[in-house]
């Protein structure tokens, strides 16, 4: 018996139709799919339903997978491959395997000889990137800094000295209830040249996306809220 297929699918960044940012053919697959690897139970379940499965959710056959999923479950979910059925991964972080646990279930495929097939979505990082102005020939993806003030603060002096150095744009993420938190630390740490872009609310229609200097951030601070946001520091 041959394996199934790993299909790694994209989800909308906010609570937006699927149809505006999701492709049709990728909407089409997810009605052919019964076996599905998700990081939350009803975000996905909401996401199905809205993507014209409402009324088979039930049907379908949901497995968790989040930070707290130990690597002999996720080496379970393998099995469901191996036994020739089709998986589709799908996570909070709109791609999934992209800042997200699901990495693990790829990895564990790719060992396994499972075919592994990413589908075409919105990336939140690529998006604020694309529309920050800022240095797209050389970037990397910092990811979350330390919780703790100082720790923090001197990560973010280490960023924008590699940033400096290399040209090279740093993209930035935190949980949304520490963005101001965050904001208020690269502002007051780096320095007043440094361009820092925030990237919140990415396809909603709430979309706000400003690259400015630190000097010019300082003058007129945003109010970023409790929203999704990445940011892209360029030192």
């Known amino acids: 018996m041959s394996s199934g ?39 996905v379940r909401r996401y199905l339903s809205r993507a014209g499965l409402k009324g088979s959710i039930e049907q379908l056959q949901m497995y968790e997978l989040n930070e707290h999923t130990p690597i002999s479950q996720i080496e379970e979910y393998v099995k469901i491959l191996l036994d020739g059925n089709d998986v589709g ?13 699901g990495a693990q279930l790829v990895d564990l495929a790719h060992r396994h000889g499972i075919e592994v097939c ?27 800094l330390p919780v703790k003030p100082e720790e923090r603060k001197a990560k973010i002096k280490l960023i924008e000295k590699v940033s400096a150095q290399l040209k090279q744009s740093q993209i930035i993420i935190e949980t949304p209830y520490r963005n101001g938190q965050l904001f208020a630390d690269l502002l007051a740490v780096c320095s007043p040249r440094t361009r820092i872009c925030v990237a919140a609310d990415i396809t909603l229609p709430t979309q706000t996306i400003i690259t400015k200097d630190v000097a010019s951030w300082k003058k007129a601070p945003l109010e970023i809220g409790k929203r999704p946001c990445v940011f892209v520091l360029l030192g």
């Open 118 to 144: 990413p589908l075409v979505g919105p990336s939140s990082l690529m998006m604020a990137l694309m529309g920050s102005g800022l240095n797209g020939q050389c970037f990397a993806f910092t990811g979350y």
């Open 89 to 101: 991964l799908i996570s909070e972080a709109g791609l999934p395997a992209v800042a997200d646990p």
């Open 5 to 43: 297929k790993l299909y790694l699918i994209p989800s909308p960044l906010g609570d937006n139709d699927p149809a505006e940012v999701i492709p049709s053919h990728v909407l089409d697959l997810l009605k052919n799919i019964n076996h599905y690897v998700v990081e939350e139970f009803r975000t």
